[in-house]
Structures are given as structure tokens and as C-alpha cells.
């Protein structure tokens, strides 16, 4: 069964904003494979196969080296300096629009979440599929949660039962992406975010107690410790 051109999904990986984060976050081994490649692989087992990987101009050859390893068709945009994170989200869009006019839905992923699950992928284009325009997936908080001063000192506990931390990779009807973007104009904005969640409205669903949010290279030998343990499993 083919599936008609507007409901094929499109995903956009956005790398650091910075040449040597992105070095290290997105391009260097973490378990024998480049977490960008990782990231690309998630999203092609749900036949996600229009993606488009974001990076800043300093490093795309770099990136372009390591994406002619893998046979997917991706798309690379490589946004000039100066180089911030709604800039690379917005070339992406214009990216995945240009290219994919029918279609409905897009993805939008991060490094930092590079464990991030297949049946995570499927839960956040399935209530998309159902005319959600923003979908996020999220986990329970379960650490204790300090309300701190200008001073650093501890003034309250907050209650954890309310609290969900978002994880990625976030779901946008198309047309709810371009508008979010177009009503962000603060300059001091560094990401989607804050105007996501004053705008709504949002769907939440389960998120992956695993998909551990790291930072590469620092957090590398963690999550390479999760990888063993799953394929042990």
C-alpha cells in the first residue's frame, strides 16, 4: 500500500550551533556508529524518509563526510554564521517545505537524545496521524525538585507529581511549526521552548525512562553502557 504523499512525515536533526560541539556530539564513534547516524537510523525504521540534518557552515563538510556513509537520501543545510538553534530549526523547515510541499507533519530531533526509541518515534506520529499539532514526548519527574534564591539557597520543594520532563524527538504539524516560528521574534529566544509552551496547546505521551539526555563526548562511556546492556538484553 503506498501511502499518499501528505501523510509521509519529514524529520529534521539539528546539530550544536558550535563547530566543536557539533564534532563531538553528532560525529565522533559512541558505540561504533556516529550518534547522527543513530539518530537517522530511529527514523528511518518508521519509514521517516525525508530528513533533513542542520549544521553551521564551519563544520558541514565534516558532516557531509560522515552522512555519504549511509545510503539513506538526506538532505544537508548548512545555516552561516551567526549560528543559533531557532535559525537551524527555521532552515530546516524551509528545507522540508521546499522539498515536501504536501506534507503534514514533521519531526524535530536532537543529539543530546540520541538512544531516544523506535516505539517513542511511532507514540509521538500517532497522535500527529490523529490531528494533534504538537506532540512532545515526556517522562514523570522523579528526582526532588529545589526552588533556589539569587543566592543559591534552598527555599522550597517543589511537587514533583506535576513536573514531566520533555524529551525528544517532537512532533509539529507543519503548519503549527512555521507559525510557532514566525510568532518567535525575540532575539534573546534560544530555542522553541518557551514559546511552545505559552502557545499550545500540547499533547504529551510516554516518553523512554532510557533515552538518556546527554552531553557528548562527556557523557559517552554512560550511554555506551546503555547500548551494551540493550543488546545483551
Not at 556516529?34 to 518508521?46: H, Y
Not at 539513506?72 to 522540508?96: C, H, I, S, W, Y
Amino acid at each position: 500500500m503506498v501511502t499518499p504523499p501528505d501523510q509521509q512525515p519529514s524529520a529534521i536533526v539539528q546539530l550544536p550551533t558550535k563547530a566543536e560541539d557539533s564534532a563531538a556530539a553528532g560525529l565522533e564513534s559512541l558505540a561504533g556508529q556516529a550518534p547522527l547516524l543513530r539518530v537517522i537510523d530511529t527514523m528511518l525504521e518508521l519509514a521517516v524518509e525525508r530528513i533533513v540534518v542542520v549544521t553551521g557552515e564551519a563544520i558541514a563538510d565534516a558532516v557531509r563526510g560522515v552522512l555519504t556513509e549511509h545510503d539513506a537520501a538526506l538532505q544537508l543545510v548548512a545555516v552561516p554564521e551567526p549560528a543559533t538553534p531557532m535559525r537551524f530549526l527555521a532552515a530546516g523547515l524551509e528545507k522540508v517545505v521546499r522539498e515536501h510541499p504536501a506534507g503534514r507533519w514533521v519531526l524535530v530531533h536532537d543529539l543530546r537524545q540520541p538512544l531516544a526509541s523506535v516505539q517513542v518515534v511511532d507514540r509521538v506520529l500517532a497522535r500527529l496521524r490523529q490531528g494533534d499539532p504538537v506532540v512532545l514526548p515526556a517522562q514523570p519527574v522523579t528526582d526532588s525538585v529545589k526552588a533556589v534564591d539569587e543566592r543559591g539557597i534552598v527555599i522550597a520543594t517543589l511537587d514533583r507529581s506535576t513536573l514531566h520532563a520533555v524529551q525528544y524527538p517532537r512532533g509539529f504539524a507543519v503548519s503549527r511549526l512555521a507559525q510557532l516560528l514566525r510568532s518567535t521574534v525575540e532575539p534573546e529566544v534560544e530555542d522553541l521552548d518557551a514559546t511552545v509552551l505559552a502557545r499550545g496547546p500540547i499533547t504529551l505521551v510516554d516518553g523512554d525512562s532510557e533515552a538518556f539526555v546527554g552531553e557528548l563526548p562527556r557523557d559517552a562511556p554512560f550511554l555506551e553502557t546503555l547500548i551494551a546492556t540493550h543488546r545483551l538484553s
